[in-house]
């Protein structure tokens, strides 16, 4: 196995904007929609729906690859070999969140991967991510967007309150890589 | 001295409503404080600076955690010397100090669920007190959830009561595992507040 560290100079945190176009994402949110969401609601933790494991192979395998590009060290670069660990499609309607101490900690590097594939942006709804307690990613409600970011054992994430005072839900596609 | 409303002159009827409220004890008491007291305790909290205050938890303002003027400080340990003997004879828990903040919870602001139990901070019981408003909230509820314990895990969350924050009231429930509770979302409107904890 690859180490990411070897593979990246710097710790990768970013935000590919329009990965995905809008019919495309609201095939998807179909497909999660026939698969089915399962409730989970250990409050204390998170509140979300949530596909634990959505049948989307073509679109995985199209994002690590948009992702391996993205993370080329050199333009001339070969892209990185990336491979799909698991995924999940999470869905927050208002009232919703999951909290950071409900998230695995990674202490091996991995690439998380969030696909924002809501309908419309929902406002406030925002992936975060913290080292070390300082906020250092914050991936804002953008339908479309792809989040890239690198992990190790000093990250943590969490999905932000989703305000009631919103009417949509936000739909996420997360997915885990290793090299 | 903090002068106290007349609902906390029938301590056996306080100390049933105790032992009998779910989802795990409390006791709501309308009336807290006399009238006069009210009046005075808001005008030391409008002199108490407050923050922002952002987590995955919680979005809220709140002053310091130490109070900031003399005469806050003074609030505090009227409020410690005056509801500490009262809720420990209702209660049966040995406490023997308060702490307090003030909150102000706007439009979004909220507090997710959660139990204040802690190890080594020795939390017995926790309050909120709910001041008066110029814009009274929509939202702002307290939520109590009844949990079950497994391997020092909550296994089961359920919603099983609601305590509207209306003014002059005061909200006390036991500190433990299982003391999953929230404060919903303020929607619109002003949620004023104080709270903290009994220790012992």
């Known amino acids: 196995m690859t180490d990411l560290g070897a593979l990246f100079a710097a710790r990768a945190a970013l935000v590919v904007p329009a990965a995905i176009g809008p019919a495309a994402a609201a095939e998807v949110r179909a497909r999660l929609e026939r698969r089915g969401y399962t409730r989970y609601a250990l409050v204390d933790r998170g509140s979300y729906d949530v596909v634990a494991e959505p049948d989307e192979p073509a679109l995985c395998a199209a994002l690590a690859a948009l992702a391996a590009d993205r993370l080329r060290p050199t333009p001339t670069a070969a892209p990185p070999p990336l491979a799909v660990i698991d995924a999940r499609a999470v869905r927050l309607g208002p009232g919703d969140f999951v909290l950071a101490h409900h998230d695995r900690v990674h202490d091996d590097h991995q690439l998380e991967l969030v696909l924002d594939l809501s309908a419309a942006p929902v406002a406030g709804a925002e992936v975060h991510y913290r080292r070390g307690g300082q906020l250092y990613h914050r991936v804002a409600a953008a339908p479309g967007a792809l989040s890239i970011v690198e992990r190790d054992g000093g990250v943590t994430c969490h999905h932000t309150y989703v305000s009631r005072r919103q009417a949509d839900a936000v739909v996420r596609l997360v997915l885990r890589l290793r090299a | ?200």
């Not at chain 2, 609030?75 to 500490?84: E, F, G, K």
């Not at chain 2, 909220?110 to 007190?129: E, I, K, N, S």
């Not at chain 2, 497994?150 to 009231?169: K, Q, S």
């Open chain 2, 1 to 200: 001295m903090l002068r106290l409303g007349a609902a906390w002159d029938d301590e056996p009827a306080l100390a049933a409503a105790w032992r009998a409220a779910r989802p795990f004890p409390h006791l709501v008491i309308d009336g807290a404080l006399a009238e006069a007291a009210v009046a005075e305790l808001l005008a030391v909290v409008d002199e108490e600076p407050v923050w922002p205050y952002e987590a995955d938890l919680f979005a809220f303002e709140a002053t310091a955690p130490a109070p900031t003027t003399a005469e806050l400080r003074a609030l505090v340990a009227a409020w410690s010397a005056a509801l500490t003997p009262r809720l420990g004879r209702i209660t049966g828990a040995a406490i023997g100090r308060a702490d307090l903040r003030a909150y102000a919870y706007r439009p979004g602001h909220y507090l997710l669920p959660h139990t204040d139990h802690q190890a080594g901070l020795d939390r017995v019981l926790a309050f909120a007190y709910y001041l008066p408003s110029p814009e009274p909230p929509r939202g702002g509820e307290l939520e109590l959830y009844r949990c079950e314990v497994a391997a020092d895990e909550l296994v089961v969350t359920e919603p099983a009561a609601m305590i509207a924050p209306a003014p002059n009231r005061l909200v006390v429930f036991a500190v433990g595992a299982a003391s999953l509770h929230q404060v919903r979302e303020v929607e619109d409107g002003l949620r004023l507040s104080l709270a903290g904890w009994f220790y012992p």
